[in-house]
Nanobody, 127 residues
Framework: QVQLVESGGGSVQAGDSLRLSCEAS????????MGWFRQTPGKEREYVAG????????YYGDSVKGRFTISRGGAKNTIYLQMNKLRPTDTAVYYC????????????????????WGEGTLVTVSP
């Protein structure tokens, strides 16, 4: 059982930057991968980025490549999503995700790989 809490969402203008954080609490497991998804009304939850426990293996969704950067804190219970060059199409509720099992090199790449979700944080990007 792990609880994930996102923070850092807000309202910005196109081209601005924003940094999201996700902190894991409660029971934490070694080697669990974490990542970010986002969702807008009427759409499927979209993959944004994932990072392995080691921090060495990273994967991004095509729509955010080159603009977003995922990283893991030194304590391993926190991940970040640095979002640059934000676009109105980035507007969504962003969810932190974690998988309970996996090697230290495994990266979440789909909803099917997720065991735990945060409640989400809203990012709104105006034109």
């Amino acid at each position: 059982q792990v609880q994930l809490v996102e923070s850092g969402g807000g309202s910005v203008q196109a081209g601005d930057s924003l940094r999201l954080s996700c902190e894991a609490s409660g029971r934490t497991l070694s080697n669990y991968p974490m990542g970010w998804f986002r969702q807008t009304p009427g759409k499927e939850r979209e993959y944004v980025a994932g990072i392995s426990w080691s921090g060495d293996n990273i994967y991004y969704g095509d729509s955010v490549k080159g603009r977003f950067t995922i990283s893991r804190g030194g304590a391993k219970n926190t991940i970040y999503l640095q979002m640059n060059k934000l676009r109105p199409t980035d507007t969504a509720v962003y969810y932190c995700a974690a998988r309970n099992t996996g090697s230290r090199y495994f990266v979440i790449r789909s909803v099917d790989s997720v065991d735990s979700w945060g409640e989400g944080t809203l990012v709104t990007v105006s034109p």
